[in-house]
């Protein structure tokens, strides 16, 4: 079992940059395939991006060219940079993780979730 911890949300103005991460413990980064959802108020949960276990990185159109998933093996993180935020950016942000090989990444139901950490943008 993993356990997720996610930090560095906030409130940015339209336009600004937030970095995400999440710390991984109980079992590396390198062995998981993992993921960034966000929820809006009211909204069904969504998939941002996901690294898979061999560093395969894919994300949603929504997001494409503005935000960068990477990880960090020695500091067992994983971070989302996100650039040229809008508004509907605002959500809860979640990592996820899951070690299921052979799966495409958006087609993974993943088994591990952090708590979450708020991202708002203002206009």
């Known amino acids: 079992q993993v356990q997720l911890v996610e930090s560095g949300g906030g409130l940015v103005q339209a336009g600004g940059s937030l970095r995400l991460s999440c710390a991984a413990s109980g079992r590396t980064v390198s062995t998981y395939n993992m993921g960034w959802f966000r929820q809006a108020p009211g909204k069904e949960r969504e998939f941002v991006a996901a690294?898979?276990?061999?560093?395969?990185?894919d994300y949603a159109d929504s997001v494409k060219g503005r935000f960068t998933m990477s990880r960090d093996i020695a500091k067992n993180t994983v971070y989302l940079q996100m650039n040229s935020l809008k508004p509907e950016d605002t959500a809860v942000y979640y990592c996820?993780?899951?070690?299921?090989?052979?799966?495409?990444?958006?087609?993974?139901?993943?088994?591990?979730w952090g708590q979450g950490t708020q991202v708002t943008v203002s206009s």
């Open positions: 690294i898979s276990w061999i560093g395969r990185v």
């Open positions: 996820a993780a899951d070690s299921r090989r052979g799966v495409e990444l958006r087609k993974i139901d993943f088994g591990s």
